[in-house]
């Protein structure tokens, strides 16, 4: 038979140049493994055999013309790894075998004479043995598949969100913005949006999921549909969020709730109109310093009865830049489990007053980034930067 | 320990230590359903002993929140230490429990009148 395939046709191979012997073996072992014996008085037809069939142990005795059992057994490592090997060892030449025995080759030897049962229990643990190996490797190998499918579906996601999510410079009337986002995994739970409005507005939205990876990146672009497609239909902030919320309470399971800044810029007269959600108080730099937008509402997917209409507005000056960012910056941890903190971000956002946002970005990100080194960030980042350079207001003029 | 308990006048107290991250998240998840099986409706959570929180955990104390008050209970949260405060006070939470500044004021919030 060649080597086209193997087929599992017994669970025993039994080897030994004394017909009697096996004779007596096979009427032992087959009363206990119906069907599952085989044996064979020459170790080269054993080694045909193993080539062909699966076995899941493999006895042999010793000493045998042609091939002593040592080697039967060393090329039935080679061929047949999985199959487990028992010797079967006169009491003198236990010497002589002890260092394959040591070297790993077999399972467990058997004296002869062996006393009754003695071979059949060695015969037994020796499949248990098989099987339990087996049954572990088929579990390694369904946990690795299944990790490897749920990496595929989270660098899908991740995929999909970087075709979605802006980076880099946003198009605004009346200044300048750019915006980046750092995920801690493939997949963010960050959130990040620029739509571009009618009358020089543009809709800003910058928030952060609970929790990261694959379930919170779903979150994200599901969010991301309900408030991009409203800001385009020209629905206002309150009715936007309060169905927004709606849905995501009802819908989405109740496992995760965002924070959310939204803004509506206005690029003519640096006027935002916004409402802030739970959200970390994003940052406006003016000339008399740093001062923050604060929380006007319960993050989204809490309380299905929250309102959502407590609308502020602050105008930016020319010249002012406002600094929104998750979280995330403000938990990443030095080795010595320092947090970056909001300190450290006011200081460095406060440091270069004139610089463009993304310079004033790229500064953030590096700073955060080298912070967290060597261990990485342990949430995702999100930061949106955006300068006004239009008119003042006309009651500043 | 990161999750300890004990009962005053018949209320579940949960005392939490260290950080909690989405890793601490399931073991309250557990902890918590077998108390709603066994008719548990009042809780109140220790923070005292909490360095940090993460969002995994505050969407577990808001689920537990909901939970609880569907079967005409409530979560009360003890004494969090500022820096967690403020976080829940940022998040407008102070709107979805009671954050009271110990574990004896808790408990008798939660004490039937």
Redesign the interface.
């Known amino acids: 038979m060649g080597k086209r395939g193997k087929r599992s046709v017994a669970k025993i191979l039994f080897v030994d140049d004394e017909p009697n012997l096996l004779r007596a073996v096979e009427r032992t072992l087959e009363e206990e493994f119906p069907a599952g014996v085989e044996s064979t008085t020459d170790p080269r037809e054993a080694i045909l055999r193993l080539q062909c069939h699966r076995y899941k142990v493999l006895v042999t005795d010793y000493q045998m013309p042609h091939m002593d059992g040592v080697a039967l057994l060393g090329e039935a490592r080679r061929l047949a790894p999985d199959t487990v090997r028992v010797m079967l060892t006169a009491r003198t030449e236990v010497r002589e075998v002890a260092a394959a025995i040591n070297t790993g080759q077999i399972f467990r030897f058997v004296s002869k004479p062996w006393s009754e049962g003695e071979l059949s229990a060695a015969v037994r643990d020796a499949i248990a043995f098989h099987d339990e190996r087996q049954s572990r490797r088929e579990e390694r190998a369904r946990a690795e598949s299944e990790r490897k499918a749920l990496g595929a579906a989270v660098f899908a996601a991740g995929e999909i969100q970087r075709a979605l999510l802006p980076a880099g410079r946003i198009e605004v009337e009346g200044g300048t913005a750019c915006c980046a986002i750092l995920p801690c995994e493939h997949a963010t739970g960050d959130y990040l949006d620029a739509v571009a409005l009618e009358g020089g507005r543009t809709g800003l939205l910058l928030g ?4 990261h990876g694959l379930g919170a990146a779903l979150f994200v672009l599901t969010a991301r549909a309900l408030l991009r497609s409203g800001l385009l239909a020209g629905v206002a902030l309150a009715p936007l969020l309060e169905r927004t919320n709606a849905f995501l309470c009802r819908d989405m399971g ?4 965002l ?1 959310l800044f939204a803004a509506i810029y206005d690029g003519t007269t640096g006027m935002l109109t916004y409402l802030n ?5 994003p940052l406006v730099l003016g000339s008399s310093g740093l001062r923050e937008l604060p ?1 006007t ?3 989204l997917g ?2 299905e009865e ?1 309102r959502y209409n407590a609308v502020r507005q602050e105008r930016l000056a020319p010249g002012e830049c406002l600094l929104a960012y998750t ?1 995330g910056v403000l ?1 990443a941890r030095n080795p010595q489990g320092d947090f970056f903190g909001a300190q450290r971000l006011r200081e460095l956002f406060a440091g270069p007053r004139d610089a463009a946002p993304e310079a004033i970005l790229a500064l953030l990100r590096d700073a955060v980034a080298s912070f967290a080194l060597p261990r990485g960030l ?2 995702d980042v999100a930061l949106l930067a955006l300068r006004y350079t239009g008119p003042a207001a006309a009651d500043d003029a | 320990m990161k999750l300890s308990s004990s009962d005053s006048d018949g209320i579940p107290v949960l005392h939490l230590h260290g950080e909690f991250d989405i890793f601490e998240t399931p073991t309250l998840e557990e902890d918590l359903a077998g108390r709603v099986a066994r008719g548990t409706a009042r809780v109140v959570i220790d923070l005292t002993q909490v360095s940090f929180v993460n969002s995994s955990t505050l969407a577990f104390f808001i689920r537990a929140q909901r939970t609880l008050r569907e079967k005409g209970g409530e979560v009360v949260l003890a004494n969090p230490r500022r820096h967690l405060h403020r976080t829940l006070t940022t998040l407008g939470l102070a709107q979805v429990f009671r954050i009271v500044g110990s574990v004896s004021e808790a408990v008798a919030a939660l004490r039937p009148s």
């Open positions: 952060d999921v609970s929790g109740n496992e995760r709730f924070t959600a739970g959200h970390v108080p929380r509402s319960l993050p809490v309380l929250a979280d938990e342990d949430d």
